[in-house]
């Protein structure tokens, strides 16, 4: 398994927790290319260090980080930049196996002609999306996998955080034709819990596609 881009339906569904259970499972590298909200403490590499112990070899620092906690392309401009992929490719490690965490979801604009997708598209590795479990999901994730294909990339599952759903589940397997696990959630997010859901899953799946 070279690597896997995680995406997600939305920003907050579970993409960062998601990460951190592959790298434990796969013994994977981690790199999110831009991380926007770190005026709020957001900062997902360290989170995925923490929970998974990664060690420093595995852990790689975004190609951008802005403070305010929005999309790439409104962060950028308020920090009176503006990002594209060509800052942001020469970045990418060289470490394999790797998970690279997108920021939002794939239509989520890095600058006004480019969007999450056209990164994914750059790296050309599997994607995973990440989605909430509970209703509204199906028409959410149906349509993140139908982009990612429609973009000729090639979806290795689709992960529901959340209470299980299973009729979500079946729904979202079915039409989209997809490999689909089921994340539940845990009362705690602590190195020990994350350890126990990298053990519950055959994460591997994902990567052999
Ligand atoms: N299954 C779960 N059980 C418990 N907590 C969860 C679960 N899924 C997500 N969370 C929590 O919800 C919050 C948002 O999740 P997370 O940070 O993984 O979202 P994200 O999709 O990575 O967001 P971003 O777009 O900011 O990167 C975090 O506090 C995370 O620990
Ligand atoms: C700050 C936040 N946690 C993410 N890193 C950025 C999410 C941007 C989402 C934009 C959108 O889809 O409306
Ligand atoms: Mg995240």
Redesign the pocket.
């Known amino acids: 398994m070279p690597a896997l881009f995680v995406t ?1 339906t ?9 990460s951190a259970a592959l790298c434990a499972a796969l013994g994977a590298a981690y790199w999110k290319p831009l991380q926007t ?1 770190a005026a709020d403490g ?1 900062n ?1 590499t360290a ?1 995925v260090a923490r929970l998974v112990g990664l060690r420093p070899e595995q852990v790689f620092a975004p190609a951008r980080v802005y403070a305010d906690p929005s999309a790439p392309e409104r962060a950028a401009a308020l920090a009176g930049q503006s990002v594209s992929l060509a800052d942001v490719l020469p970045h990418l490690p060289a470490a394999r196996p790797l998970i690279v ?1 997108g ?2 979801g794939v239509l989520v604009p890095i600058n006004a002609h480019e969007t999450m997708l056209d990164l994914m598209a750059a790296l050309a590795f599997p994607v995973v999306v ?1 989605a909430r479990s509970t209703l509204g999901t199906i028409n959410h994730t149906l349509l993140t996998v139908r982009a990612v294909r429609e973009r000729g990339l090639a979806v290795a599952g689709v992960v529901l ?2 209470p299980p759903m299973p009729h979500n589940a079946e729904a979202v397997a079915r039409h989209a034709a997809v490999r689909v696990l089921e ?4 009362a705690q ?1 602590t190195p020990q819990t994350l350890q126990a859901l990298a053990r519950q899953h055959d994460w591997a799946a994902l990567s052999r596609i």
Request: proline content about 4%; hydrophobic content about 30%.
């Open positions: 997600g939305d920003t907050g569904v579970g993409k960062t927790l998601i909200g957001d997902d989170e965490e920021a939002g990440v955080s959340g994340c539940p959630v845990l997010v």
